[in-house]
């Protein structure tokens, strides 16, 4: 559990700096390991918040940052029983 709070402080400070989405990412899914959904939720949703100012429609790396954030949310929303699962 040290390990991934490192992690997280890690991932939160290198955010501060700069913008990047792959960091991003990687922060909601490791929030999702520890059950912390609400976090990983902040930070995709956010991210996808503030792609919609942007000329996603000509930008083939903000479509794939929102799918990306996309995946993940779903995924996080699952296994935080918010959504049920199809069978």
Same mark, same amino acid.
């Given at each position: 559990m ?5 992690a997280? &402080? ?10 990047? =989405?792959? *960091? ?9 390991? *520890? ?11 956010? =991210? ?6 942007d ?12 799918? &990306?954030?996309?995946?993940? *949310?779903?995924?996080? *929303? ?7 699962? &199809?069978?």
């Open positions: 040290h390990n991934f709070n490192k997280v &402080s890690y991932y939160e400070a290198s955010l501060k700096n700069i913008d990047n =989405s792959v *960091l991003k990412c990687e922060l909601a899914q490791l929030y999702t390991k *520890l059950q912390k959904f609400d976090q990983a939720e902040r930070i995709l949703l956010q =991210s996808l918040v503030n792609k919609q100012n000329d996603v429609e000509n930008n083939l790396e903000l479509l794939r940052d929102n799918v &990306s954030y996309c995946r993940i *949310l779903v995924k996080c *929303l699952l296994e935080n029983k918010a959504i049920p699962r &199809s069978h």
